[in-house]
């Protein structure tokens, strides 16, 4: 007999052993207190309720001790726990995003979520007892499926990208992942796919890489694009032996729009230039927009100069038309470089910069026109770019100097004042010429830089001479039209100024006349901001511009210096002197002191003298010369 049986046999003895001995003891009990039958019935039916309750409770201890010995409340209470993560499993499943997919082991499905009918289209109905077969895109080869499920064989699990059809017939992208699903005994019973519509993430791929490749405001071509697409063009050109032309076209003058009208109608501009330029184009022709207002124009076959030329100047031409915009009728013009492969160069790199250099040349020719490359301008180019570096170097290393040339009055012939002049003392080279880093600076941005720095020596040093005793009426500085279209200028004069400690009266600044009618209403917006510090103004080189009378004498100036080529041909060229008059007049009409450059000959002093003119400077009374050189008791003799 087995175990289990005896000791239930032996709690089975147990009970009827205690029933035994409790009934015959209660009843011998009972009989000893009552002698009535009827007392004695009540008690034996109490006694019978009562052995009643201990045989529950013995039968419940023994059922629990018999539970815990097998195990059953355990999993009693495990069973409890799987049917709770059952129903958080199938919450989870269907409630997730990512659509799920089960099949059998023969491929059949058996199950699918809500996010799959979402994401498919397909009800639960018409999916059930299909293969997932019905969803080929046919966008994949055979291949693609075998190799899938070997990978499934052997790892158990496969995650990759697929293209399925939706119920629509819509083809579209998954990021799939497959797991098999084996039973207790190690076999395969079923598949579950997890997969989600990865859609928009091809969108916002693909418009990435547009974005990329394609200039945000015109949606042509950028530089990185049509550096590939040039490459290319460069390769296929090689092959078959034929030439290629790049032409660089920068719009002249772009920044005015964007300052007198605003960037908004500015880009505008852009835009319908880029729609202009596409209308001159056909096949074989990539139009690109490199940054700014500087577009770029592939022609893949352009054998011959005459016909890159020809192209230049029928975008020039384009160009000339007005372009109608927010009711305003805008003018531009156009500077074209021009570069050929294979005569001028072998890369798209070097194709760019020489175009680049060749675009140089045409802006510094007066732009409005179109200038081919010569491998001159390449040497230009590189000490361009050597002496931009340099100039870089020498503001950090202190290489600049701050020069002084006299200026004198031509009344008395006495030095009353001093223009700063900036000198690059080269450690190797000696003293550069002013004509050959200032255009660099001011095409690469540094001439701001230059002339803060500038300022602030020439005010420290005003303040050294009027310690020594020195008496000089100003201090003459250049501001370049960088620095002068800077906003923070007012700032940084007044910075310098209280540095210093310099009075402003004794400051003047001089700005070109083309820096000033650039932007009119700009420049006397910043220029009564200077004058509310106490500051001098004068107009540089005026004469060479454009001026506007009415504009002028709205603005807060004290001085208009009249330009040495003017001064030149005095007093012989009757053109120069009548000039010379009516500038002088003109200044003295509207309260304005006169000051005339590049005196170099006494007749040119003397008669600026006796045409009222008030001050000079040139190498006559003295060059440009450190501090420390100044004569400060010369005054030469106008008159004889």
């Known amino acids: 007999m087995p175990a289990t049986y005896r000791d239930a046999l032996r709690a089975a003895l147990l009970y009827l052993l205690l029933a035994v001995v409790w009934l015959q003891g209660t009843g011998y009990l009972l009989n000893s207190f009552f002698d009535e039958s009827v007392d004695l019935q009540r008690w034996q039916l109490i006694n019978g309720y009562v052995w009643a309750a201990v045989s529950a409770g013995l039968i419940f201890l023994a059922r629990a001790r018999l539970c815990e010995f097998l195990g059953i409340g355990a999993r009693l209470r495990e069973r409890q726990a799987d049917r709770e993560r059952l129903r958080q499993a199938a919450a989870v499943f269907d409630c997730t995003r990512e659509g799920v997919l089960v099949t059998n082991r023969e491929g059949l499905i058996v199950h699918v979520n809500r996010a799959f009918m979402e994401i498919t289209g397909y009800q639960y109905e018409e999916v059930l007892g299909h293969q997932p077969s019905l969803f080929k895109s046919g966008h994949h080869p055979p291949g693609f499926y075998q190799a899938m499920f070997a990978t499934l064989e052997s790892e158990g699990e496969w995650s990759g990208e697929i293209w399925n059809r939706r119920k629509s017939g819509e083809i579209y992208p998954q990021w799939q992942t497959i797991r098999v699903i084996h039973d207790d005994q190690g076999h395969l019973s079923h598949y579950v796919a997890v997969f989600s519509d990865i859609s928009a993430i091809k969108d916002s791929e693909h418009e990435l890489k ?29 092959i078959h032996k034929r030439g290629c032309a790049l032409l660089m076209i920068d719009l002249d003058h772009f920044k005015m729009i964007n300052d007198s009208l605003g960037h908004n109608v500015g880009d505008r501009l852009l835009k319908v230039v880029a729609a202009r330029l596409q209308e001159l184009f056909g096949p074989g022709i990539t139009l690109a927009r490199l940054g700014g207002d500087e577009f770029a124009v592939l022609a893949e076959s352009c054998p011959q100069l005459v016909q890159a030329a020809a192209l230049a100047q029928r975008i020039l031409d384009a160009l000339k038309e007005p372009f109608g915009i927010d009711r305003h009728e805008l003018f531009i013009n156009a500077s074209i470089g021009i570069s050929l492969f294979p005569s001028d160069a072998l890369s798209a790199d070097q194709l760019l910069r020489n175009a680049d250099a060749a675009l140089f040349k045409a802006k510094s020719s007066g732009r409005n026109g179109y200038a081919l490359y010569t491998e001159e301008l390449t040497a230009h180019a590189q000490q361009r770019v050597e002496i931009a570096f340099e100039l870089r170097r020498a503001l950090e290393q202190q290489e600049l100097r701050v020069y002084y040339q006299p200026v004198h009055d031509l009344r008395s012939s006495r ?226």
């Not at 547009?210 to 050109?237: G, I, K, M, V, W």
């Not at 001479?465 to 370049?480: D, E, I, T």
């Not at 003017?566 to 009757?574: K, M, R, S, T």
């Open 415 to 640: 030095l009353i004042g001093v223009e700063a002049l900036v000198r690059w003392q080269h450690p190797q080279r000696g003293l550069v010429s002013p004509a050959e880093f200032i255009p660099i600076a001011e095409r690469t941005g540094m001439i701001a830089e230059i002339d803060a720095w500038v300022m602030r020596q020439a005010c420290s040093q005003m303040c050294q001479w009027q310690q020594a005793g020195v008496v000089l009426s100003f201090v003459a500085v250049n501001v370049s039209s960088r620095l002068f279209a800077r906003r923070e200028l007012y700032q940084q004069v007044a910075q310098v100024l209280h540095e210093t400690g310099l009075d402003p009266a004794f400051l003047e600044l001089e700005v070109t006349e083309s820096a000033v009618m650039d932007d009119p209403e700009v420049a006397l917006e910043q220029m009564h901001h200077l004058r509310e510090l106490g500051i001098r103004l004068a107009i540089d080189d005026f004469g060479t511009g454009y001026s506007s009378l009415l504009r002028l004498k709205r603005l807060p100036v004290q001085k208009l210096k009249i330009d040495q080529g003017f001064v030149a041909g005095l007093p012989w060229d009757e053109d120069d002197a009548a000039i010379v008059r009516v500038v002088i007049a003109l200044a003295k009409s509207m309260g304005m002191q006169v000051q005339a450059e590049g005196i170099e000959q006494v007749e040119q002093a003397r008669f600026l003298s006796e045409q009222a003119c008030d001050m000079g400077q040139g190498y006559w009374f003295g060059r440009p010369m450190p501090a420390t050189e100044i004569d400060w008791e010369r005054a030469p003799a106008i008159r004889t």
């Open 210 to 238: 547009h974005l990329a490749h394609h200039d945000p405001l015109t949606d042509l071509p950028n530089r990185l694009l049509f550096s590939d697409r040039a490459e290319q063009a460069l390769a296929s050109a090689q």
